[in-house]
């Protein structure tokens, strides 16, 4: 399934979007099917404007191989087909990266695909808690998790008085709202983390993948956008990737 990243959601006549959204993403993993979100669809160049840069991949998670397999359908494409390949692996700090990255272009190696691998290593939430409660210096994307957070606690700021107000139970998505505040810093810290990651090293790709987080349990759907629109801010073209766990790349294709 392939839709378009919503980036007009914010609009105040378009409320209904992240519902929609969130139900389905999560239609298509009820389903087995694979998803493929498309941001910056506009910026997607045509036929005539071919791009020299890399295709990057940020592998997260195992998804049956669909984020190479991608790669390698763009490089037959007359605009890509002149790009290299580059295979990112995020790595906490306690992870072998020498290891990590010969395990990799092993596995590309078998697969007769070619790509630089490069492994990335990213502060674990745990590891930023720790450091934050010894009085470490804040990162510059501070700014962003605090004015993420706090559009958070507004939202539900209004749905407690509305709620309060009709006397019913906080509902949202047909579901009560349990909010886990510590969850809901762990996901803000890691798409800032991994967004900072992506302007770091590929702020000049023709085109970035990355693996879908999915919609967290008991999440309204509206952190759930908050938590993308982290991860794909001044991203211009963006595949977010999440395959059915069924492996579509093998030693055999």
């Known amino acids: 399934i392939v839709v378009r990243y919503p980036e007009i959601w914010r609009r105040e006549n378009l409320t209904e979007i992240p519902s929609t959204f969130v139900s389905i993403i999560n239609d298509c993993i009820i389903a087995n099917k694979a998803v493929v979100i498309v941001k910056g669809l506009d910026e997607w160049p045509n ?26 359908l763009l490089l037959t494409k007359a605009t ?21 990255k010969t395990d990799v272009k092993k596995f590309l190696y078998d697969l007769r695909m070619h790509a630089e691998v490069i492994v990335v290593t990213m502060k674990s939430w745990e590891s930023h808690v720790e ?19 706090r559009r958070i606690s507004t939202y539900l700021s209004e749905m407690k008085e509305t709620t309060q107000r009709e006397g019913r139970p906080q509902m949202v998505d047909g579901k009560q709202v349990v909010v886990n505040e510590q969850k809901v810093d762990k996901f803000l810290y890691t798409m800032l983390k991994l967004n900072s990651t992506i302007l770091r090293y590929s702020r000049m790709a023709a085109v970035v993948l990355v693996s879908l987080p999915p919609p967290p349990l008991n999440h309204p759907a509206y952190f759930y956008m908050e938590y993308m629109d982290l991860l794909v801010e001044n991203v211009p073209r963006m595949l977010i990737v999440r395959g059915y766990r069924r492996d579509v790349v093998t030693f055999f294709t």
């Open 80 to 100: 890509f087909e002149s790009c290299k390949i580059q295979v990112f692996c995020i790595a906490e700090e306690d992870t072998d990266a020498e290891e990590l």
């Open 47 to 72: 036929e005539f404007q071919r791009q020299y840069g890399t295709i990057d991949l940020y592998w997260i998670v195992r998804d049956g191989g669909l984020m190479l397999l991608l790669s390698q």
């Open 131 to 149: 450091s934050s409660s010894s009085g470490a210096q804040p990162d510059d994307s501070q700014e962003a998790y605090t004015s993420a957070r």
